[in-house]
């Protein structure tokens, strides 16, 4: 479903992901791992287009995504949430939610002003799916919370369902346990499940090394930027280059 | 903030607006009174626009005046010095502002930052150079006249502006409350969480900025045909800094913080002469004082203030 050919990325002198490589099945949980620095975050907003790669190729569906700008990603099926909140904080719960469906609400600015009926219909339409997505991720009751009022463990279950309402093939989750109490990461790690079930591709990027095991079919392993291993999730677990990069025999 | 993007509370506010323009004649009691009110509709008209490019697509615009500008001066040379009837030379004018704020809001926004503003400024100060100094066609600094539309007098132009003010707000609020007036709120909110959800930041940037600019020349082409007369001086960049004054007292990310913002802004100088010599001095502590004790502006403000005093009782 997603093919990344030896994509690479430097931010000045420091080569943030190195001529890595690899393939994520339709219908998986693919987690990617790593210690901190090791290029996690900097690979996804490649995957998202939100960097461009200096090198390489991202294949979607066989099309070619890399150089693109964002929107198109999202437009080709691929979803995401971020690590540090990128959450619409002028606007309610269910709107962010609402407005995560965009693509799916074309509308041209002559009906948007004039709001015939069809719209007020569809509109009706959307804040129902909106509500619907709010209490999969269990946050029903805040549907009408200003976003600012919303504790930290609420926000990060928002950007994953402002995700879901774009209705994407693939869903890149970055860190969404991070920050949370092992009773909420329990929660996320139900959700991350229930995603899957839904036929949704999931890429997932984890510290939380539990959470990886139990739901993830494939593992990638990063290190420095680079490709250190990749597997499901015992082979990787028991591989010696990852235990030692985890041990840390602290190299530079 | 979300309060005022819900359907009924800005009908209310919607309904609330149509009603004092339907009773302030009443309270209106000489022509000067009238012209004050139909200068107060035409700035509300400017600043409905100008707030959804600022308050809810995020971006800044310092040459509104020019756009303005630019609307009356098109349609007074192509109704006075071609004789086309207003009916035509009004909505020809403000499609050709449209079009250029298109061509030159394309190239600036596809780059990330404020560059609007800078391009705006600039060509702001573009246009009221050309309208002072082409007075052959605009005649330069002393003005030239415009031809009337089909009416005439203080109280028929009341409520032709007070319509197109109140059409502008319903169609202002139907558009923020539409898939795409989230997506422009989305914009300003998280723009990179806004573009992995397929919105795309350069089309709807340019899309309100577009918008505003329409609004913009609509109300000067509508002022020129009231006043019968034009000068430079409503295109000049004081005029870009007194409209963005207006939203931002008046409240960003609010229609009627908008209107408000005009119409305290557009009467305060006319009721203290004491203003006139200091307008700019005024402005300018108006804004800072605006930032420092109410950044959110003259109306979300106040209803936030409105609602914790609902909350408390239970």
Same mark, same amino acid.
């Given at each position: 479903m997603l093919r990344a050919e030896n994509l690479a990325k430097r931010f000045g002198g420091v080569r943030a992901v190195q001529d890595v490589s690899f393939e994520v099945a339709a219908g998986t949980v693919h987690s990617i791992i790593g210690p901190n620095g090791a290029g996690k975050t900097t690979l996804l907003n490649l995957l998202s287009g939100i960097e461009q790669p200096d090198l390489g190729q991202i294949f979607f569906d066989a099309r070619a995504l890399a150089g693109k700008p964002p929107h198109l990603f999202a437009a080709a099926g691929i979803g995401r949430t971020f690590q540090n909140l990128q959450i619409f904080f002028n606007m309610s719960a269910a709107e962010n939610v609402m407005a *995560?469906?965009?693509? /799916? =609400?074309?509308? #041209? @600015? +002559?009906? !948007?002003? &004039?709001? %015939? %009926?069809?719209?007020? $219909?569809?509109? =009706? $339409?959307?804040?129902?799916? +909106?509500? *619907? &997505? @709010?209490e999969l991720v269990g946050l029903g009751r805040w549907a009408d919370a200003p976003t600012e009022a919303m504790p930290y463990g609420a926000l990060k279950r928002l950007e994953i369902a402002r995700a879901l309402a774009a209705r994407p093939r693939l869903l890149l989750l970055d860190e969404p346990a991070a920050g949370l109490n092992p009773s909420e990461t329990r929660e996320i790690d139900e959700l991350i499940r229930s995603i899957a079930e839904r036929g949704i591709t999931v890429? @997932?990027?984890? /510290?939380?090394?539990?959470l990886v095991m139990e739901v993830s079919q494939r593992v990638l392993v990063l290190h420095e930027g680079r490709k250190l291993a990749e597997g499901d999730p015992r082979e990787v677990s028991e591989h010696p280059a990852v235990v030692e990069a985890y041990l840390g025999t602290e190299h530079a | 903030m979300s309060a005022a993007a819900q359907p009924s509370a800005s009908r209310r506010g919607f309904l609330a607006l149509a009603l004092i323009v339907a009773l302030l004649p009443l309270a209106l009691p000489n022509n000067y009174t009238y012209e004050i009110a139909i200068v107060v509709g035409l700035n509300a008209i400017v600043c409905v626009g100008l707030n959804l490019l600022i308050g809810y697509a995020g971006q800044i615009s310092l040459g509104h005046a020019g756009f303005f500008g630019l609307g009356a001066y098109g349609t007074a040379i192509l109704a006075a010095r071609y004789g086309w009837p207003p009916a035509l030379s009004l909505p020809v004018s403000v499609l050709a502002v449209a079009a250029l704020a298109w061509l030159v809001g394309r190239p600036v926004l596809r780059l990330k930052g404020h560059y609007l503003a800078m391009a705006t400024l600039g060509l702001g100060i573009i246009v009221s150079v050309v309208l002072a100094t082409e007075d052959r066609i605009t005649g330069g600094p002393d003005g030239m006249a415009v031809p009337p539309l089909w009416v005439t007098g203080e109280k028929s132009?009341?409520?032709?502006?007070a319509g197109t003010l109140l059409a502008v707000v319903w169609l202002a609020q139907n558009l923020i409350d539409s898939p795409r *007036? $989230?997506?422009? $709120?989305? &914009?300003? #909110?998280?723009?990179?969480?806004? #573009? !992995?959800?397929?919105i795309d930041a350069a089309r709807h940037k340019l899309a309100a900025f577009v918008l505003s600019a329409a609004l913009a020349a609509l109300a000067g082409a509508l002022s020129a045909h009231y006043a019968g007369f034009i000068t430079p001086s409503r295109a000049s960049f004081l005029h870009s800094i007194e409209l963005v004054t207006m939203v931002v007292f008046g409240g960003m990310a609010s229609t009627l913080g908008a209107v408000l913002g005009a119409a305290v802004l557009t009467t305060l100088p006319q009721l203290l002469a004491v203003f006139k010599d200091y307008e700019l001095v005024a402005l300018g502590a108006l804004m800072m004082l605006t930032m420092i004790f109410m950044p959110r502006g003259l109306v979300p403000t106040l209803e936030k203030a409105l609602d914790a005093a609902r909350r408390k009782p239970r």
């Open positions: *995560g469906g965009w693509l /799916h =609400q074309a509308c #041209g @600015l +002559a009906a !948007a002003m &004039l709001r %015939p %009926p069809r719209l007020a $219909r569809a509109e =009706q $339409r959307v804040r129902e799916e +909106a509500r *619907g &997505l @709010l890429v @997932l990027v984890e /510290h939380n090394m539990k | 132009w009341y409520w032709i502006v *007036g $989230r997506a422009w $709120r989305a &914009l300003h #909110g998280a723009e990179i969480a806004a #573009g !992995a959800v397929g």
